[in-house]
């Protein structure tokens, strides 16, 4: 399916039409002088056919007009399209009249009415278009969204203004404006066929498939992780379990299976009777610290006489150090033993003699005085073995009594942790009820765990089949089909583009993708167009290069629109007030002739691909021959115009 063009209508605010009829599978040519209208008529039927913005020039046709319209050509039928112009300051308006049938007359100036939107007639065009249902799933990594390819991106090769067919950088329409070119980049695969009618619905299987395995393998995910390393639930709820004295043993099973059967055996076992726990109560508190004032007492007792003990012990060895101290003096008198009867009347050391008032005591006397302090020595130093054993047997009652005061103490407060414990035992029962009921709560939410044998051959499967539309849908293989394509319409750029006599048509052409240009791969690398020279250059391969496309389109049956518009191809060679007259026989240059080679390209194409493509071209030149004559469908000189001119 896909449609050109029958009529374009004017509404005047006067309720007058003006109807310019156009053949299908033809080349139509509208030749005229310059401010006739011709430029307005793309934006006309670029309006009608679901444009944003209204993008008729302001002037007379805005003044003088009220609604345009086209008539279309189905493969079965006709659809009237016509659409009022907005009111300053608005874009565009959305009354749309809109009619579908085997044969649509164009309705009068009252009928016109508001019967649909823009979005409705947007979905219409697409299917008189032929677009099926497509996306385009931007590459992983890119942040835009997904496109569909609509009737708007497939006017991308249909209309050539004058201000594009010229240029040497914008190949397509509208290719200058922001977000264009990557629509354009983003729909060619589908209107080329490289992704075809069947790739939406494949792709939507792949996505359904890929949510599929993704439920799957979170089945399994979960019964893994509930079998294998997810037990930190089950861990929590054991540790708990142990903190409250449910369970007895601190081992922490390392498998679920074990996790389970022992939370299982905690549930289900009987717990002690609270009267069970409680322990017996009595005197025992005060039996405890009546002891412990007892060894107190006791302790003080026995520590007075070990502090007692040791200061006699230490007296005693004071006194002994004392009298060995003198005792060792008086045996200073050993010097005299050697007199007979005990007198000395020299000194020993200096032999000086003694005066009677210098005599010392006799050495007898100071032998006795020695002899009964050695006695008295002697009988202190007896004694100390007996103290020591004594500061040794207090010493180890002081020990035995801290001990038993420690014991005691421990005794104390375990008997006080246990009053604690027993007096909070009902907040403890209740705790041990929640945790309880938590593990039967986690115990009853537990899958049923299957044998997840099958459950691992259907993601098997479903990967398998995921790798094959991947295959099928990947980059790689939608570019593959892409260069096939461009590789059959760089064929037909070429022959078309020798035939035209274009620079650098020697060697072999296409079309760039990336970039949206034509290039020529020369002797030293590409040359793009951009580098490519003259306007002739650029007029040329635009029309050659959309020529291979609507030929692929139509040969292939592909979703666009059946026509191809461009406005004034011939504005390089002469200017635009020119008129070649058939009644004034110029001579046939060099310019005439190569815009005669456009035409009779446009011409050729047209019949090779009849009835199923038509070539629309407004343009200033009258080229003075009969096949061109033929083409004229209308012709804008000595006062006609597309607007007429009471109209004002």
């Known amino acids: ?16 039409k003006r109807i310019l009829t156009l053949r299908p599978g033809e080349l139509n040519v509208i030749t005229g002088a310059s401010k006739t209208g011709k430029t307005a008529l793309i934006e006309i039927m670029d309006y009608c056919l679901g444009a944003s913005e209204c993008g008729i020039p302001e002037g007379i046709i805005r003044q003088s007009v009220a609604w345009v319209g086209i008539r279309i050509h189905l493969e079965q039928g006709q659809a009237f399209i016509a659409r009022r112009l907005p009111n300053p300051p608005k874009a565009a308006s959305s009354d749309i009249y809109y009619d579908v049938g085997s044969q649509v007359p164009i309705p009068e100036f009252s009928m016109l009415a508001q019967t649909t939107n823009p979005g409705a007639l947007e979905k219409m065009l697409s ?25 708007r991106h497939a006017l991308f090769y249909c209309f050539q203004q004058q201000s594009e067919v010229i240029s040497n950088r914008h190949l397509f329409h509208k290719q200058s404006e922001q977000w264009i070119p990557q629509s354009i980049k983003d729909t060619i695969p589908y209107f080329l066929g490289a992704v075809d009618d069947d790739f939406v619905s494949r792709t939507g299987e792949l996505r359904h498939i890929r949510q599929k395995l993704r439920g799957l393998e979170r089945n399994l995910a979960e019964f893994e992780s509930i079998r294998g390393s997810g037990l930190s639930k089950a861990h929590s709820l054991l540790s708990e379990a142990y903190d409250l004295g449910l369970i007895s043993s601190k081992k922490t099973p390392g498998e679920w299976d074990e996790c389970v059967t022992l939370l299982t055996q905690v549930q289900t076992q009987s717990q002690p009777a609270e009267e069970d726990e409680i322990a017996n109560e009595g005197g025992e508190f005060e039996r405890l610290q009546n002891e412990r004032n007892a060894l107190t007492r006791e302790f003080h007792r026995v520590k007075d006489q070990l502090g007692s003990a040791q200061e006699m012990t230490a007296d005693q060895h004071g006194y002994s150090d004392e009298a060995e101290a003198q005792l060792a003096r008086l045996r200073s008198i050993e010097l005299f033993e050697d007199s007979s009867d005990g007198t000395h009347h020299a000194c020993p050391v200096c032999n000086s003699e003694f005066t009677d008032d210098s005599t010392p005591p006799s050495v007898i006397e100071l032998k006795l005085a020695a002899t009964e302090l050695e006695n008295q020595v002697r009988a202190v130093e007896e004694r100390s073995p007996q103290m020591h054993f004594v500061v040794r047997t207090l010493e180890q009652r002081v020990d035995d009594a801290k001990r038993q005061l420690r014991d005691n103490r421990t005794a104390l407060e375990s008997l006080q942790a246990s009053n604690q414990r027993l007096e909070g035992l009902r907040d403890r029962s209740a705790r041990r009820a929640h945790v309880l009921g938590r593990i039967g709560l986690y115990l009853e939410s537990l899958p049923v765990l299957e044998d997840t044998s099958e459950l691992q051959r259907k993601i098997r499967d479903l990967r398998d089949q995921i790798a094959n539309l991947e295959e099928e849908l990947s980059v790689d293989a939608v570019q593959d089909r892409i260069q096939s394509v461009l590789s059959i319409l760089s064929r037909d750029m070429s022959e078309w583009a020798r035939n035209l006599r274009l620079e650098h048509s020697e060697f072999p052409l296409r079309l760039d993708l990336k970039r949206l240009t034509v290039v020529a791969d020369g002797l030293d690398g590409p040359i793009p167009m951009e580098r490519m020279g003259s306007g002739e250059n650029w007029v040329g391969y635009h029309l050659i290069s959309h020529f291979a496309l609507h030929k692929w389109f139509t040969e292939r049956r592909r979703p666009v629109p059946r026509f191809l518009f461009i406005d004034q191809p011939s504005q390089v060679y002469f200017p635009e007030d020119q008129d070649w007259d058939k009644d004034r026989g110029e001579e046939h240059g060099e310019d005439r002739e190569a815009v005669s080679r456009m035409y009779k390209l446009a011409l050729r194409v047209t019949q090779l691909l009849a009835p199923n493509f038509q070539v629309i071209i407004t343009d200033h030149a009258n080229i003075n021959e009969p096949w061109f004559q033929d083409s004229i469908t209308e012709r804008w000189r000595e006062g006609k115009k597309l607007v007429p001119a009471h109209w004002k």
């Not at 299917?127 to 009737?151: K, W, Y």
């Open 1 to 16: 399916m896909s449609f050109q063009i029958n009529d374009i209508v004017l509404y005047g605010t006067n309720e007058e």
């Open 127 to 151: 299917t008189h278009a032929g677009i099926v249902e497509n996306i385009h799933e931007p590459p992983t990594g890119q942040t835009r969204q997904a496109l569909s390819a609509n009737i």
